[in-house]
């Protein structure tokens, strides 16, 4: 039963090659002229899907090549499970029909679209035009900064006046800090805008290198007193470097628009699903006691109970506040540096 064991590696490639080699489709025949290696009941297996197995079995075993003479007998044995389901009429079965039809769906999209990049590729010149706009595009200005974060307002301008007495940064960001870069006096390396929250990078913008907020910064994680210590513009990429990227990039873009151009050249109507004519519920009078339908319903709540405020969600006193489930930007980042394991 060796040569059977190969039947679960075939993907839907193989799977629909060979069901259409014979030339029994629901457009008409399929050419393959391909030499023919094996007959099955007068039905050939043709040169053409062993290619379609052979190069099937390499890239699902990363390379590895299965002798000729087993590959053969397996598409003997496929072929005659196709003949006897063709007999049985397998293929008109409700729960098999749909997938065989969204198979030959799945291949020949795939095929159009593969079709479409061999007549429209990507050129190098629009790669080096891409290429070019990127690198000229807005200001790829990255900062490097310092902060020290705190539960309260009051506590931030607490550590600005410190400041503004000569206290240095790095000492104040390791007593008062709340955030993982305490440790570092705040530090928070380079960075660009965009990895920040807005409050956040709005305000290291505004700052000259050396100066701090004079005020303190509200972000979700608290409030922040944000030292500038340094800016630099980015260094472009080489090109050599985002090539590839680029180019899949507009490949993408192309077919896009070209989904886009038959859709706009195509007739679709969406139909809406019929609905069923079933009685409201609204209608059914349920049967009721003289005595019971002339009382007012009863909630199992008091009456004068109302739904909890959004005040009463708050913690109580004594216990502090839970963190950003998905914390982003500046606590990302930050938390990011500081889990970074060194040798």
Not at 133 to 160: F, Q
Not at 201 to 228: C, D, M, N, R
Request: charge should be negative.
């Amino acid at each position: 039963m060796k040569n059977l064991i190969i039947i679960a590696a075939v993907s839907i490639t193989l799977l629909l090659t060979g069901c259409k080699q014979n030339g029994d489709s629901e457009s008409g025949s399929v050419a393959d002229d391909s030499a023919v290696i094996a007959t099955v009941n007068g039905k050939p297996v043709t040169e053409a899907i062993l290619n379609v197995l052979e190069r099937e079995i390499a890239q699902r075993n990363r390379g590895a090549k299965i002798p000729k003479e087993q590959l053969i007998e397996e598409l003997i044995n496929r072929e005659l499970l196709y003949q006897e389901a063709e007999k049985k009429q397998l293929d008109k079965k409700p729960d098999v029909a749909p997938n065989l039809k969204f198979l030959r769906l799945s291949l020949l999209s795939q095929a159009d679209i593969q079709d479409f990049i061999k007549n429209n590729p990507v050129t190098d010149e629009e790669v080096k035009a891409e290429y070019e706009k990127m690198v000229s595009g807005p200001d790829g200005t990255e900062y490097k900064a310092r902060h020290i974060l705190t539960k309260t307002e009051d506590e931030a301008k607490t550590v600005i006046d410190k400041l503004q007495k000569g206290e240095k940064f790095e000492e104040l960001a390791k007593t008062h800090s709340t955030g993982p870069s305490k440790t570092k006096g705040g530090d928070l390396g380079w960075f660009s805008p965009n990895q920040m929250v807005p409050p956040f990078s709005e305000a290291v913008v505004a700052l000259k290198k050396g100066e701090y907020t004079a005020t303190p910064v509200k972000t979700q994680f608290g409030w922040h007193v944000i030292l500038q210590e340094d800016s630099r513009k980015k260094s472009p990429p080489a090109l050599d470097a985002v090539k590839a990227r680029i180019r899949s990039s507009l490949q993408m873009q192309k077919i896009q628009k070209h989904i886009e151009e038959l859709r706009k050249n195509a007739t679709i109507v969406m139909v809406e699903p019929e609905k069923s004519e079933e009685p409201k519920q609204a209608e059914k009078k349920p049967e009721t006691s003289e005595s019971s339908s002339s009382e007012p319903v009863k909630s199992d709540a008091p009456a004068d109970k109302t739904q909890p405020k959004a005040d009463s969600q708050a913690p109580a006193a004594g216990k502090t506040e839970p963190k950003a489930e998905t914390p982003t930007a500046v606590e990302q980042t930050d938390t990011k540096k500081e889990e970074t394991p060194t040798e």
